[in-house]
């Protein structure tokens, strides 16, 4: 069983940064896929990004590309969402999840971001 925890989410001014964790314990990830979600009030949840635990085959969501970097440290068993240049349509509970290559999927309780513009 995985277990995922996010971190790192608050309250930003609108082009202000910040840095989201996700802590997974439980078992080894070597064989999963991570990614961020978002799911904002009253909206769907949506794709953010997504990384192999290996490091590659990285994919965004269009209206991430340039602001937003996912990243792994495995040594910490972390997957990272760095966001920059926020905007206020970016306030949103930020889920992490990880996809096994069998399709198992795991979600963390989520992380609330909310942009002041």
């Known amino acids: 069983q995985v277990q995922l925890v996010e971190s790192g989410g608050g309250l930003v001014q609108a082009g202000g940064s910040l840095r989201l964790s996700c802590a997974a314990s439980g078992r080894t990830l070597s064989s999963y896929r991570l990614g961020w979600f978002r799911q904002a009030p009253g909206k769907e949840r949506e794709f953010v990004a997504a990384i192999n635990w290996s490091g590659g085959s990285i994919n965004y969501a269009d209206f991430v590309k340039g602001r937003f970097t996912i990243s792994t440290d495995n040594a910490k068993n972390t997957v990272y969402l760095q966001m920059n240049s926020l905007k206020a349509e970016d306030t949103a509970v930020y889920y992490c999840?990880?996809?096994?290559?069998?399709?198992?999927?795991?979600w963390g309780q989520g992380t609330q971001v909310t942009v002041s513009s």
């Open positions: 999840n990880a996809r096994s290559v069998l399709g198992t999927l795991h």
